[in-house]
Nanobody, 127 residues
Framework: DVQLQASGGGLVQPGGSLRLSCAAS????????IGWFRQAPGKEREGVSC????????FYPESMKGRFTISSDNAKNTVYLQMDSLKPEDTAIYYC????????????????????WGQGTLVTVSS
C-alpha cells in the first residue's frame, strides 16, 4: 500500500521559514516521483514543486522559484519542502503526492498525474 504522511505545518510569521516533511511507505523512491501541491481556501490546487525518482531533477513552477527547495532522503523515505521568506499568500494546506515518473524518471508538474495523496498539512502565515 502506498502511503504518504505530510507534516511540519503550523503558524509562522511573514518572512519566516518552515520545513515540511513527507514520509512515504509502501514504495521505493527509485520507482516514484513525488510532488508537493497546495490549496488555499477558495482557490484551486496548485503545484509547488516536484522531484523525480531517486531525487533527480527537482522542478519548480516559475511562481515558486527562489523561496522553496525540495529534497529527498532515500534512506529515510522522506521528501522535504523547505519554505523560506514566507508570505501570507503562502497560507494553504500543503499536500504531498506520489506517482510513477515520466519515461525518463522525472516528475510531473500536473496534479492530475498523481495517483497517491497524503492527508495534507496546514501552513498559516500571519502576524
Amino acid at each position: 500500500d502506498v502511503q504518504l504522511q505530510a507534516s511540519g505545518g503550523g503558524l509562522v510569521q511573514p518572512g519566516g521559514s518552515l520545513r515540511l516533511s513527507c514520509a512515504a511507505s509502501g514504495f521505493s523512491f527509485d520507482d516514484y516521483a513525488i510532488g508537493w501541491f497546495r490549496q488555499a481556501p477558495g482557490k484551486e490546487r496548485e503545484g509547488v514543486s516536484c522531484i523525480g525518482t531517486s531525487g533527480r531533477n527537482p522542478f519548480y513552477p516559475e511562481s515558486m522559484k527562489g523561496r522553496f527547495t525540495i529534497s529527498s532522503d532515500n534512506a529515510k523515505n522522506t521528501v522535504y519542502l523547505q519554505m523560506d521568506s514566507l508570505k501570507p499568500e503562502d497560507t494553504a494546506i500543503y499536500y504531498c503526492a506520489a506517482t510513477p515518473p515520466t519515461p525518463i524518471g522525472n516528475c510531473w508538474s500536473e496534479a492530475f498525474m498523481y495517483q497517491n495523496w497524503g492527508q495534507g498539512t496546514l501552513v498559516t502565515v500571519s502576524s
